[in-house]
């Protein structure tokens, strides 16, 4: 739209324009004959863009008021046009006065023209760029302007953190663009000096002189910057690597320092001789000025590069260690401070004691809530049958918690969307899909660790409109017209009925019931006519002054452009509220890469060396209202921002206490942390300056693939002898698969956030997850049941393996699946429990408990004869048995008849060889 409407104009007016050149016959210059054309093409492009930006404007503005953050929206743009007017105002003024030029009696009329033109518009070009460049600092501003302090000091400059979160990047921001600013006007000025001035140096001395001195004044301003650059560097080694040391190190404290102080000091001396230079007319010849300027050069190159690399090789690297300590020190804790791992509470288990019947009868919590369905498996299940229409999907599965017949059950919960693109190509119309097919409708939910005898979720939500099975888990507001999968805008209120839910052969139809979403008066129609380029609007018969638009539906977002400050959680989840209303629930973080001594970790598009998940947004499914809550009342981030726009954050207390119960501990979150403690869980200097205890992430099978395991939710119990809902973490040793810690991160709302740490014992083996995936492959029944499955038009699907810690012993187990290749089904179809010393499988979880306790066999038993003729008919029987299980799809069957057959064959052979 706006690349026509330019088109247009520029068509009308230049057409014109280019005709009246051509038919010029003269060769005198045309400008005057054209000006009145040139005049009104730039004067229509102005008002077209001054046009869209308006509309752009108000359109934002409406959809700011329509969600409640009007205040937010109107402060950022109040910083953001102060900021411009005053960068503009400064850089306008000193880009004019650059580009002074004075008249010359022998240039042509024509000449004088555009020198008078490009005198006020080139520095109005240049100003317009500088304040847009300055207004985009409007957040370091308002984080300055209202800094929090953190009472956490740096040990080198005992400063207060918050001077680096705020004030550093604040200052350094400034001073960058006060040294633009003065580097551009200089060579302004150096251009019209070389272009205008020195040609006529003969004739005009006095004007040379004027502009040698503004030379000698504008590269004094740019020395003072660097200078002022350079002091602020001193603190910019605190977020670099300098030889084994992330931060200062003890070439950067004893040399390096001192040097940058003393460059800053002679750039700042040099940039006073230059103003002498400038107002001392002896003085004013242009030579000093380049001297002046090649010595501050010289001397940066040489007290910069040469002399702390020299003193690094010569005096430090020889006895790194002995130097360095203290400051590995420093960047132990900085890192540790700046990821939230500096209140890991370490748990050292000295002897893994054994899995035992009773031990898990005692922690029946824990058992009854062993995750055997895997959530990417669920996924294609619940596809397969919850999707009910063509036009339904299920995104994402989630993992989370709630009391069920007063017990804590852990569920897996997934909102059925409604995903436009699937729509038939016929039924991909305007009206269908901006006004008719609006929301999806409804959530499924299964408990972890339950399925059917064929192998499917036992629901506990289902089908449309919502069924449940337990009287905690009532859908009254099924409809989502705002999640992951929500990416158009709709109208509501409309002279059609929406589509609501499909009902047998017919469809039931509804109305919006919330008085949400901008009113579509006339005016708004034209404006969203404009910014949508979308005639509908317009010309549509079905939209009326009642209907509301809505639009950025997608939750991710939404609370992005409310809260561009925040980076946002990867994975948002549902929540069924106890007022039957879903909710999204998304975690934010405050970062930096300005936290004293932290190495970064390059996530989000950018390094980071400080994150806190401080804030829960949490998003209504039907209306769209979002509301974000502060959880963490010690992060100085937090607290500057909900300063900053009082009106942005909540406090935790105003959170509904469902929602409390429903927190989780983020996985993005868990993953940075698992990352960093990998190395920096050796708070000793000497062991991490050797990395002689580093740590890797586990490894698991998933599909046949061996992948990083990732953070998994489970109830565990905590420091306390509580159970509780968190998130866990294994952790092997560098190139090796045994398990040496479990890092567990509270869900509670009590605990939110405490992190647990399970070390266990480095003299005896503990098998990590890879270790139980050979053990698996090893095992020669389960080895041939899994090829056989996969040789017959099947695919087998090995879940998550998951450790559970309970107690001071540990279990493995994992889900096997089974999913025809021409559909994703997959069906659980064996259980596989392990601990340090057994390894079994069953169809059930009980079967699988029995075995690991000895109680029943694990296969069927043959039973034992010395008749060879029996034992013929026998496996015959059982290959019987096994090729009609094959072709009921019954593998698991069909491979413990296989096995009895082996079993069979080989008794045969040993009355053979013994008769």
């Given at each position: 739209m706006v690349g026509f409407i330019v088109f247009i104009l520029y068509f009308i007016f230049a057409l014109p324009l280019i005709i009246k050149a051509y038919k010029l016959k003269t060769n005198t210059p045309p400008f005057h004959l054209v000006k009145r054309e040139v005049f009104i093409l730039v004067l229509g492009v102005i008002i077209v863009t001054i046009f869209l930006s308006s509309v752009n404007f108000i359109t934002n503005l409406l959809w700011f008021k329509s969600v409640n953050y009007q205040n937010v929206f109107l402060r950022r743009i109040f910083v953001k046009i102060t900021l411009f007017l005053i960068g503009f105002s400064i850089s306008y003024l000193l880009y004019f006065v650059s580009f002074y030029v004075p008249k010359r009696h022998e240039e042509l009329e024509v000449g004088e023209r555009i020198i008078n033109v490009s005198r006020f518009v080139v520095p109005l070009i240049l100003a317009f760029f500088t304040g847009s460049?300055?207004?985009?600092?409007?957040?370091?501003?308002?984080?300055?302007?209202?800094?929090?302090?953190?009472?956490?000091?740096d040990p080198v400059f005992h400063r207060d953190v918050s001077f680096y979160l705020f004030t550093y990047p604040f200052l350094n921001g400034i001073v960058s663009t006060l040294l633009s600013i003065f580097v551009i006007a200089f060579l302004v000025e150096e251009i019209v000096y070389l272009m205008y001035i020195r040609p006529n140096f003969s004739k005009i001395s006095r004007i040379n002189l004027h502009a040698t001195n503004l030379l000698s004044i504008l590269a004094a301003l740019i020395l003072f910057s660097v200078s002022l650059k350079i002091y602020l560097s001193v603190y910019s080694l605190l977020f670099r690597k300098g030889g084994a040391v992330f931060g200062i190190g003890y070439t950067d404290f004893y040399v390096r320092i001192p040097i940058f102080r003393i460059i800053a000091l002679l750039l700042f001396v040099a940039g006073l001789i230059l103003i002498i230079y400038a107002i001392i007319p002896r003085f004013t010849a242009r030579g000093p000025v380049f001297r002046i300027l090649l010595i501050s050069a010289i001397v940066v190159v040489v007290f910069y590069i040469t002399v702390p690399n020299i003193f690094q090789a010569l005096v430090v690297r020889p006895t790194e260690l002995q130097r360095e300590k203290s400051f590995l020190t420093y960047n132990i804790n900085g890192t540790l401070q700046g990821f939230g791992?500096?209140?890991?509470?370490?748990?050292?288990?000295?002897?893994?004691?054994?899995?035992?019947?009773?031990?898990?009868?005692?922690?029946q919590t824990i058992v009854n809530n062993f995750r055997f369905w895997d959530w990417r498996a669920l996924k294609d299940t619940y596809q397969q049958i919850q999707s009910i229409r063509l036009y339904y999907t299920f995104n994402d599965v989630d993992v989370d918690r709630y009391i069920l017949n007063n017990e804590l059950r852990e569920v897996l919960v997934s909102a059925r969307e409604l995903d436009q693109g699937l729509l038939p190509e016929t039924s991909k119309t305007w009206v269908n899909l901006h006004l008719k097919f609006t929301h999806g409708y409804g959530i499924c939910m299964?408990?972890?660790?339950?399925?059917?005898?064929?192998?499917?979720?036992?629901?506990?939500?289902?089908?449309?409109?919502?069924?449940?099975?337990?009287?905690?888990?009532?859908?009254?507001?099924?409809?989502?017209?705002?999640g992951e999968l929500t990416n158009d805008y709709i109208i509501v209120n409309t002279g059609t009925d929406e589509f609501d839910y499909p009902k047998g052969e017919e469809n039931v139809y509804s109305k919006y019931k919330e008085n949400r979403g901008i009113r579509l008066t006339p005016f708004n129609r034209f404006l969203y006519t404009i910014s949508f380029n979308d005639i509908n609007f317009i010309f549509s018969r079905y939209i009326n002054s009642n209907s509301k638009l809505l639009y950025i539906r997608n939750i991710k977002d939404r609370v992005s452009k409310i809260a561009p400050y925040l980076k946002f959680d990867s994975d948002p989840y549902i929540v069924l509220g106890n007022n039957g209303k879903l909710y999204w629930v998304i975690d934010a973080y405050t970062v930096s890469n300005f936290y004293p001594y932290s190495e970064p970790v390059y996530v989000y598009n950018e390094n980071v060396n400080y994150i806190r998940n401080s804030v829960k947004c949490v998003i209504d499914a039907y209306t769209g209202d979002v509301t974000f809550y502060i959880v963490d009342n010690s992060d100085p981030i937090a607290k500057t921002l909900s300063k900053a726009f009082p009106t942005l954050l909540h406090s935790f207390s105003e959170m509904p206490e469902f929602l409390k119960n429903h927190m989780r501990y983020p996985d993005d979150l868990m993953k940075i942390q698992g990352y960093v403690y990998l190395t920096y869980h050796m708070a000793d200097p000497e062991v991490f300056y050797n990395k002689e205890d580093a740590w890797d992430i586990a490894k698991e099978k998933y599909y046949s693939q061996t992948q990083d395991v990732i953070p998994y939710f489970a109830i565990v119990k905590d420091s306390s002898g509580k159970y509780t809902f968190a998130s866990l973490y294994a952790f092997t040793p560098l190139n090796k698969s045994n398990l040496v810690a479990l890092m567990i991160a509270d869900c509670s709302k009590d605990n939110f956030g405490k992190i647990n740490l399970l070390r266990f014992p480095k003299d005896r083996l503990v098998y990590g997850p890879l270790q139980?995936?050979?053990?698996?492959?090893?095992?020669?029944?389960?080895?041939?049941v899994l090829t056989l499955w996969n040789q017959q038009g099947s695919e087998v699907i090995r879940g998550n393996l998951l450790v559970i810690p309970i107690d001071t012993s540990i279990i493995y187990f994992e889900p096997i699946y089974l999913q025809a290749n021409t559909a994703k089904f997959p069906q659980i179809k064996k259980i596989v429990l392990s601990t340090q010393d057994k390894l079994v499988w069953g169809d059930t979880f009980e079967d699988s408990l029995n075995l690991l306790f000895g109680e029943v066999q694990n296969v069927p038993q043959t039973p034992q004869t010395q008749n060879i003729k029996e034992l013929v008919?026998?496996?015959?029987?059982?290959?019987?048995?096994?090729?009609?299980?094959?072709?009921?799809?019954?593998?698991?069957k069909a491979g413990e008849e296989l096995k009895a057959v082996e079993d069979l064959i080989q008794q045969i052979e040993n009355l053979s060889k013994n008769p």
């Open positions: 460049a300055t207004s985009a600092q409007f957040e370091q501003v308002l984080m300055f302007i209202n800094r929090t302090p953190s009472n956490i000091f791992l500096d209140k890991v509470n370490i748990t050292e288990i000295k002897d893994l004691n054994p899995i035992t019947k009773d031990l898990l009868s005692k922690n299964n408990t972890v660790n339950e399925f059917t005898q064929e192998g499917l979720p036992d629901l506990l939500v289902k089908d449309i409109p919502p069924i449940s099975t337990v009287p905690e888990l009532q859908v009254i507001r099924p409809e989502i017209y705002f139980i995936e050979a053990r698996i492959d090893q095992d020669s029944e389960i080895s041939k008919d026998l496996a015959k029987t059982h290959f019987e048995n096994y090729k009609k299980y094959v072709a009921s799809g019954d593998y698991a």
